[in-house]
Every structure is written in C-alpha cells, then in structure tokens.
C-alpha cells in the first residue's frame, strides 16, 4: 500500500526561501504595495499579506537595506 501525500494543510510550512537583503526589502515593498493597491474587497488576502509582512523584519531594519550593494 503507498501512502499518498495530501495537500498541504492550512497551518504547515509549504515552502521556505532564502533571501538577500535586497531581495527582501523588495518583497517587503511589493507586499506593501499589493495592500495599497489590490484586493481592498478581499479582507482574507488583505488577512494573509499581513501574516506575510508579520514574518518578516521590522520596518527600521528594512529601510535600512541599502539595495544597491545587493
């Protein structure tokens, strides 16, 4: 009998990635930006792009990338 993985569930880690300084201050932007922009009528995007930004460091440190050495 083979065990089928299932999908991934709502609380388990589904992927992991590992960024540059740069990198990250461009997805904190871009995060930043899609909640500004996008999906004011969809309070569970608006929901999850908070986790999203929770996870990541806080603004001081991110403003503080200096994205032209990365």
């Given at each position: 009998m083979t065990h089928?993985?299932?999908?991934?569930g709502?609380?388990?880690i589904a992927?992991?990635?590992?960024?540059?300084?740069?990198?990250?201050?461009?997805?904190?932007?871009?995060?930043?930006s899609?909640?500004d922009?996008?999906?004011?009528?969809?309070p569970?995007v608006h929901r999850?792009?908070?986790q999203?930004?929770?996870?990541?460091?806080d603004?001081?440190s991110?403003?503080?990338?200096?994205?032209?050495s990365?």
């Open positions: 089928e993985l299932g999908p991934i709502p609380d388990e992927f992991r990635l590992e960024l540059t300084p740069a990198q990250l201050k461009v997805v904190h932007s871009a995060l930043h899609f909640l922009n996008f999906g004011h009528d969809q569970d999850i792009v908070h999203l930004l929770d996870k990541l460091p603004e001081h991110i403003r503080a990338i200096d994205i032209s990365g």
